[in-house]
């Protein structure tokens, strides 16, 4: 837990350590992080060759982030739903379904982006 009187840089270095953490509790756990991982360190430097000029590879590659950032709020989700209970709750499958949804449309977002750029 974060100390509350922390300011500063402190503060900075102590975030950037827990968010360290955060990636590497959703490597060693998530299956799902782990293969978007895997897709985004292959497909920036596809990017990257297939861009035509320096915006184009920019689009290209920042259409990746928004995945694992999604991946990642997914996990939390989840996570703090299993916390709460194991037991099947109407509104706790729909808080892990629309999470999930939300990985589905940023994965959309990467084909539409990828589709327009390089088929113009």
């Given amino acids: 837990m974060a100390d509350q ?3 500063g840089i402190k503060r900075i270095i102590n975030a950037a350590g827990y968010s360290f953490c955060g ?5 060693k756990n998530e299956a799902a992080f782990r293969q978007e991982v895997i897709l985004v360190v292959i497909l920036i430097p ?21 995945v694992l950032i ?4 997914n996990s939390a989700i989840e996570s703090t739903i299993d916390r709460i209970s194991k037991e099947h709750h109407e509104l706790s499958g729909r808080a892990k379904d629309i999470a999930s949804a939300a990985v589905f449309l940023s994965l959309i977002n990467v084909v539409i982006v990828w ?3 390089l088929t113009h």
Avoid: M, R, S
């Avoid at 596809?46 to 928004?66: C, F, M, Q, R, S």
């Fill in 23 to 27: 990636l590497k509790a959703a490597f």
């Fill in 46 to 66: 596809v990017g990257y060759w297939l861009g035509e000029n320096t915006i184009e590879k920019a689009i290209l590659i920042d259409a990746l982030l928004p």
């Fill in 5 to 7: 009187d922390t300011t």
């Fill in 115 to 117: 589709g327009l750029l």
């Fill in 70 to 73: 999604v991946v990642q709020i």
